[in-house]
T-cell receptor, first 114, second 110 residues
Framework: EPEVTQTPSHQVTQMGQEVILRCVPISNHLYFYWYRQILGQKVEFLVSFYNNEISEKSEIFDDQFSVERPDGSNFTLKIRSTKLEDSAMYFC?????????????FGPGTRLTV | DAKTTQPPSMDCAEGRAANLPCNHSTISGNEYVYWYRQIHSQGPQYIIHGLKNNETNEMASLIITEDRKSSTLILPHATLRDTAVYYCIVRGTGTYKYIFGTGTRLKVLA
């Protein structure tokens, strides 16, 4: 069964450093998403991406964050200058077409420790 | 804020049906009800979704009331591996995001 994969599983970085989290969405999916979950808190939406453009983003997704689909398979989340409060699990998800009745499939997550 | 209300926790005996309720009284006509679960800190796992009709798949059944203001997720024969946090999410057109609440922590007891 196809699945979303994420690398690395755990990333440790120092405050102020740039990190890139990587995701390989399910191959025939067209919409891609990033969510995060701070330890003990709710899963929060960050951004959705379609056709090489951001289609929706949350207030959390400020100028420190960027997303990219550098090739036909990878989808990345970059944090330019990490802060302590960026420590969280980051989940990538993908869906076939982004419609209301469309389900999103999540990856296993990357634990970011700043 | 999440548009759904769920009990914070439930217990279920192994082998019995687990019935997880969700209230979504402000749901609008084009919004679907989705159920996901999260085991420890793993990625949310899709279970089932529906619009108006009841739905069933290999994992669970979804019962949506006629007025669509509430729904119930049914795990027909709960196992210890079903212990997880279960999220009921409402999403319609005009947005791509899921808004997760705090969910129901289901504990399946041996």
């Amino acid at each position: 069964e196809p699945e979303v994969t994420q690398t690395p599983s755990h990333q440790v970085t120092q405050m102020g450093q740039e990190v890139i989290l990587r995701c390989v969405p399910i191959s025939n999916h067209l919409y891609f998403y990033w969510y995060r979950q701070i330890l003990g808190q709710k899963v929060e939406f960050l951004v959705s991406f379609y056709n090489n453009e951001i289609s929706e983003k949350s207030e959390i997704f400020d100028d420190q964050f960027s997303v990219e689909r550098p090739d036909g398979s990878n989808f990345t989340l970059k944090i330019r200058s990490t802060k302590l409060e960026d420590s969280a699990m980051y989940f990538c998800a993908s869906s076939p077409n982004g419609l209301a009745g469309d389900e999103q499939f999540f990856g296993p997550g990357t634990r970011l420790t700043v | 804020d999440a548009k759904t209300t769920q009990p914070p926790s439930m217990d279920c005996a192994e082998g019995r049906a687990a019935n997880l309720p969700c209230n979504h009284s402000t749901i609008s006509g084009n919004e679907y009800v989705y159920w996901y679960r999260q085991i420890h800190s793993q990625g949310p796992q899709y279970i089932i979704h529906g619009l108006k009709n009841n739905e069933t798949n290999e994992m669970a059944s979804l019962i949506i009331t006629e007025d669509r203001k509430s729904s119930t997720l049914i795990l027909p024969h709960a196992t210890l591996r079903d212990t997880a946090v279960y999220y009921c999410i409402v999403r319609g057109t005009g947005t791509y995001k899921y808004i997760f609440g705090t969910g129901t922590r289901l504990k399946v007891l041996a």
